[in-house]
Structures are given as structure tokens and as C-alpha cells.
């Protein structure tokens, strides 16, 4: 005797002359009207990589800055640190920066407003250090012209 115990409610019935088979499940078996295959689901609010990192790195820490108190985020000084560090000839730290920034410069470099964006005190910041480097050194073998100026 079979066990219709999982079954009790209204049995779904087959439709004549229905074949079994390749994505065509027995009738007991199919999902019933509004039956969910997943009814739990993901749960609301669950986080992912992406969203535990980005809450992490937008925490707020103090950091003393020329003297200063700042309330600045974790990745505000992590930059911070990676420029400083590359700045006082790490060269480790400055091969990670130049490559953050040739990656930055790409993607603003597409677009003509990006272009906009980029201010001249920028680009000066960015032509000094690049002179810095090649001054002690730490240089990546481009442009081995001697700087003027």
C-alpha cells in the first residue's frame, strides 16, 4: 500500500494520453498553483562581497592631518597612505599608484567631459611626482629625457 501521505491535498491529475519524460514531470511532482520552487529565497537584505567591502571602506576614522583632527573614510586613508608612502620613494607603493592612476586616467580619458574633470593642479601634482620618481630612480624606463623646469 502506498503512502499518500505527502499527497493529502487535491492530487493533480494527468491529462490523457501525457508522456512522461525529458521536462515533462509526473503530475505529482510538478509545483502546484502558486507554490514557490524556492520558498524562502534569498533573504532580504543579505549582503554581498561588494556591499560588505563598500560599507567597510565608507566607515569614518579620525586621522591627524598637518596638525589637524579629520573625520576622513577607511578609504580615504588608505589612499592617503598609498600616496604618502610612494611619495618618500617606496617604489612598491608607487608601481601600485601609477597603475591605479593609468586606470583612472582610461576611464576618464573616454569620455570628453572626463577630460573636463581632470583640473590643471591635477595634472601638475601628477607631472611632479612622476619627476620625483625618475630623480631617485624609481622611474618605470619611460621618457628618459632629462626634466626642465
Known amino acids: 500500500m502506498m503512502d499518500d501521505s505527502r499527497n493529502n491535498k487535491d492530487p493533480i491529475e494527468e491529462p490523457p494520453h501525457y508522456s512522461v519524460g525529458y521536462r ?39 586621522v591627524t592631518d598637518n596638525g589637524m583632527r579629520k573625520r576622513i573614510t577607511k578609504q580615504e586613508a588608505v589612499y592617503k597612505q598609498l600616496v604618502n608612502k610612494a611619495a618618500s620613494g617606496d ?38 611626482f612622476l619627476k620625483r620618481m625618475r630623480n631617485e630612480g624609481g622611474g618605470d624606463g619611460e621618457n628618459t629625457e632629462p626634466d626642465k623646469g
Open 24 to 62: 515533462k514531470p509526473p503530475a505529482h511532482s510538478r509545483f502546484k498553483k502558486g507554490q514557490s520552487g524556492n520558498p524562502r529565497g534569498r533573504p532580504k537584505g543579505e549582503r554581498n562581497r561588494t556591499t560588505i567591502l563598500n560599507s567597510i571602506l565608507n566607515e569614518r576614522v579620525v
Open 91 to 128: 617604489p612598491r607603493a608607487a608601481q601600485l599608484l601609477l597603475s591605479e592612476m593609468r586606470e583612472i586616467e582610461g576611464r576618464i580619458g573616454s569620455t570628453q567631459a572626463g577630460r573636463e574633470i581632470v583640473e590643471e593642479i591635477d595634472q601638475h601634482v601628477f607631472q611632479n
